[in-house]
């Protein structure tokens, strides 16, 4: 016998006016106490009532991701950030998770030092020098990665990661085929997820991922157009995601919140 403990389908991607493709994930309990998870997307074509299995547009289960992120004088937020994947990893035992920082010459702390003290099994430190470039920072990431076949998720420092996102992440982002770039929660002044107020953020993709070989065919970050600044830099590479002809995954994701915090003194400011 088996128990159905979870069953998700979700309406997930119109590629064009035939073809309706979802993702299923199926979470099945055995008298045995065995337990199995299986997660795959199928598409519904038009006139049909079956559902069928899709061809080449597939998550890879075992995908390495590399969380980057680009800071200057962001000493609080780093050592959250840190804190926030180790207790992530110590929930879900996944390690194939390496944190990668591009630091602008912070004085505030020594992030190398800061990333050298924590339990963090994978982690890389890139030091940038002259005035702070989020697009610049995040293509420093981008050109560390050599693994085309490893997905590059763009993080934001001030963020509550939940201990399933990554994993969620791999699954929503298809080699060749589709970018990942959730929403988050932009919690109100005050407010943190113990009472959480706010709204969803629906006009950013400063979340974004895609796997290495992705990223090299779309151009990366434009650091020429986009230099000692940010904002603008993140919807550029949407925009051109979209010119190559991927889809991208949007979705709320649950506990997924983005801090309020002052922009004054931020950076080169």
């Known amino acids: 016998d ?18 309706v493709h979802f ?10 106490d065995v337990t199995t998870h299986t ?20 998550w890879k289960h075992y995908a390495y991701v590399y969380l980057v992120v680009t800071l200057k004088n962001l000493g609080l937020w780093t050592k959250h950030l840190i804190h926030n994947i180790e207790h992530n990893q110590g929930v879900t035992k996944d390690f194939s998770v390496e944190l990668v920082i591009v630091d602008y010459e912070s004085s505030d702390l020594n992030v190398e030092e800061e990333l050298s003290k924590s339990s963090l099994p994978k982690w890389h430190y890139i030091r940038k020098t002259g005035p702070f470039s989020r697009a610049g920072g995040l293509q420093a990431a981008l050109d560390y990665v050599t693994d085309p076949n490893s997905i590059v998720l763009a993080m934001d420092m001030h963020l509550a990661i939940p201990p399933g996102f990554v994993n969620y992440a791999r699954k929503h982002v298809v080699q060749g085929k589709m970018a990942f770039a959730p929403m988050f929660f932009r919690l109100n002044k005050g407010y943190t997820e113990v009472n959480p107020q706010g709204y969803w953020e629906p006009y950013t993709f400063g ?7 992705d990223w090299d065919t779309v151009g990366g970050y434009n650091t020429t157009h986009y230099t000692n600044e940010w904002g603008g830099e993140d919807v550029d590479v949407a925009d051109r995601t979209l010119e190559h002809g991927y889809e991208i995954f949007r979705i709320r ?12 003194g931020l950076w080169n400011s």
Request: proline residues 1%; negative net charge.
């Open 253 to 264: 994701y649950p506990g997924f919140l983005h801090y309020y915090h002052s922009r004054k």
């Open 23 to 32: 993702f299923s994930s199926l979470h099945l309990i055995f008298d045995s």
């Open 207 to 213: 979340i974004f991922g895609m796997y290495k070989s």
């Open 39 to 58: 997660s795959e997307y199928v598409y519904l074509a038009q006139g049909s009532t079956h559902l069928c299995h899709t061809i080449n547009f597939e």
């Open 2 to 19: 088996v128990c159905v403990v979870h069953f998700f389908s979700s309406l997930h991607l119109i590629f064009d006016v035939c073809v």
